[in-house]
């Protein structure tokens, strides 16, 4: 199945007519995926046709406004809703008073139980059957974290063909070789499940990086990545203002999706100072030519890889 990556908020700081702050789903068969939760997220969703009542873990990548004050409204609006399926949120230390605080302040209650993971280290922080979701620390004005999805490996393509051939009877001995064990016959032969079955397929790769200038290890972070989220916040003339920021520009991105040697990158977090994003887009292609600018509710598609 295809993972979607939807964006609902791609600007930076202040939010514009054409862009809302920063915020991005993947869609994937199970559950969302959100990275970021701008204000106004919630009304994006609703536009992005985004199920408020879906499993949900959201990551938030620093505790700027910009990218964590959308998520009282939509933890709000989930219980309105009458949610019953639980929120984990990923992020910094620091997560956990915003929303307790905000929570208490507002006097609002939950129909939904909200697990709040405050990131101590890099490395591993989710750990599933189909996927995993890595941390490394940004480079911004404040402490955060840059996020990678990478999906397991799924086992190679199975031929009946030569399942049949091989005298294996068709019901639990197929469903043992598929799941990648070996079988042994009636006769005592043993058959291997690369005896019936293709190489194993390639798992898919996601990084986002919120706010960061760039960083050392962020190459070997995100390499081979199919799609490289990167923040793009000034255009190269202003390469002074976002080192001084925080920021990067748009061939300070490219470049980091060359030395990963990343399939695409989307450019995100566009300052207001930018109505046409052209400037930002010419100058990030010619170090990366697989560069787009995300606009909000652009989707790309991410499908299987065989
Ligand atoms: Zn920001
Ligand atoms: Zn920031």
Redesign the pocket.
């Known amino acids: 199945m295809s993972i979607s990556v939807i964006f609902l908020g791609t600007s930076g700081s202040v939010p514009t007519l054409k862009r809302s702050l920063p915020s991005v789903v993947l869609q994937c068969p199970k559950e969302l995926l959100m990275f970021d939760c701008g204000e106004n997220t919630q009304r994006q969703m609703m536009q992005g046709k985004i199920s408020f009542h879906r499993r949900l873990k959201v990551f938030l990548t620093?505790l700027?406004g910009?990218?964590v004050l959308g998520l009282p409204g939509v933890l709000q609006t989930m219980a309105l809703m009458d949610r019953k399926e639980p929120v984990q949120i990923y992020g910094p230390p620091g997560i956990r008073n915003f929303i307790l605080c905000t929570k208490d302040t507002l006097n609002f209650g939950l129909t939904f139980p909200v697990e709040i993971n405050e990131i101590l280290n890099e490395g591993m922080i989710v750990n599933q059957e189909e996927y995993t979701i890595n941390a490394v620390k940004s480079n911004?004005?404040i402490s955060g974290f840059c996020y990678s999805f990478i999906e397991r490996p799924r086992p190679g393509k199975f031929y009946p063909k030569k399942a049949k051939a091989l005298g294996i009877p068709v019901g639990e001995l197929w469903s043992r070789l598929q799941a990648g064990k070996k079988v042994t016959l009636a006769d005592g032969k043993v058959v291997l499940p690369g005896d019936v079955m293709g190489p194993s397929r390639e798992g898919r790769k996601i990084v986002y990086t919120g706010?960061t200038k760039p960083f050392e290890a962020f190459a070997s972070f995100a390499a081979g990545a199919d799609l490289i989220i990167h923040e793009s916040t000034f255009d190269d003339s202003l390469a002074d203002k976002a080192a001084v920021d925080g920021h990067s520009t748009p061939s300070q991105a490219a470049a980091e999706a060359n030395a990963a040697g990343a399939q695409r990158l989307a450019l995100t977090h566009i300052s207001a100072r930018y109505p046409n994003a052209n400037l930002l887009l010419e100058q990030a292609k010619k170090v990366f030519e697989e560069t787009v600018v995300a606009e909000d509710f652009m989707v790309v598609e991410l499908p299987l890889k065989d």
């Open positions: 620093h700027h910009d990218h911004h004005s706010d």
